[in-house]
């Protein structure tokens, strides 16, 4: 028996990174006057600076805090961070999925750091009131492969004497952050805005500074990870002047996108973009007693990367079911991640439209209802 197959979605773009492109997006419409001349000419400079002023603007980012672009997109922006910083006190890492056990590994076997580390499973959350504030913290404000998300910044002590490093990339712009709570914070634009990777964002708490300018930690570092000169920082890479060369492509293609960001509504826009695919995927999950979310607690659960299991299913399941919604144009890499339990992850981040999730839902049943049969 073949089941009728419902309307597609108009774009089935649900991957976790990189996202949907902003809609309306066309590589026409991206300003190319800068490409093929020198990024640190007067053209280029500008419209460096004008990205960092927009992504100021988008994030609702405090004076207090810089914001540079870096090499390496956000590994990059995160490991210069934590070459740069680090050693100067105890390390507390906390883990919970792939990508902050990723800075563990660094930490132990690339710093040689021996961090406290604090672990829980897929679909959990470490105990956070066990973490010791005297120590420099590593963390992942949003974690793509298991859709756990730290529910707000409460926890991150006031007084602290070590800093707080927040790998935020799939976090920013789809949650209100609290900055004051956030020395270090790291992201890439292919995430909630739909840009390309490729760039990091490196963004500096006035304590970070400090901590740039008073220690030397005991490590070669490469010239893509120097942030100061001469004890100082260099403070023309938070005004656009890079390391190294950038991409121009991309970086006007996250302006195309910060500009979207601008036009339905900057921050709160797009967080009520983010809620509301997040709430749609809800009441699809709601109603199928086939689905269920792989973080059960709806306080710690992703809005952007959205995990889901799938009743009875093993990788091989998950890998036909993803399959086949891609061969229909219904849905684009919506397998969960390779090192996470198997199930389906649905990104819900402000480019996806939400006629598109809801869409969605009946492909779902389509594809669970075919591979059953
Ligand atoms: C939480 C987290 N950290 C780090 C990364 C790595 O990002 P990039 O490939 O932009 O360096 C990702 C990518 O999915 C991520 O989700």
Known sequence: ???????????????????????????????????????????????????????REMLQLPETHR?????????????????????????????????GEGWVTDA?????????????????????????????????????????????????????????????????????????KIDVATFSWQKVLGGE????????????????????PDRPLPKVFRLTKGGKLNEGIFRGETINTPSMLVVEDAIFALEWARSVGGLKGLIARTDANAAALDRIVATRDWLSYLAAEPAIRSKTSVCLSVAGADSAFVKKFAALLEAEGAAFDIAGYRDAPPGLRI?????????????????????WKELKE
């Open 67 to 99: 914001i540079g672009i870096v090499p390496g997109s956000d590994t990059g922006a995160f490991e210069l961070a934590m070459w740069t910083m680090l050693g100067e006190r105890p390390v507390t890492a906390l883990a919970w999925e792939s990508f």
């Open 347 to 367: 990104w819900c981040g402000a480019t996806v439209d939400t006629a598109d999730i809801e869409a969605l839902g009946p492909w779902l049943d389509y594809a």
């Open 1 to 55: 028996m073949t089941t009728t197959k419902p309307p597609l979605p108009a774009r089935p773009h649900f991957s976790s990174g990189p996202c949907a492109k902003p809609p309306g997006w066309n590589p026409d419409k991206l300003f190319i006057d800068d490409l093929g001349r020198s990024h640190r000419g007067a053209l280029g400079k500008e419209r460096l600076a004008y990205c960092i002023d927009l992504m």
């Open 108 to 180: 132990v076997k690339q710093l040689k750091l021996d961090p406290t580390v604090i672990r829980a499973g897929y679909g959990d959350l470490p105990d956070l009131t066990a973490v010791d504030w005297a120590s420099d913290v590593l963390f992942t404000w949003n974690g793509t492969t298991s859709g756990v998300r730290v529910p707000n910044g409460d926890w991150i002590a006031d007084g602290r004497e070590g800093l707080s490093f927040a790998d935020a990339t799939s976090a920013v712009f789809a949650y209100d952050l609290p900055w004051n």
């Open 197 to 216: 990777g490729g760039h990091g964002v490196l963004i500096l708490g006035p304590r970070a500074v400090k901590r740039l300018e008073r220690f030397t």
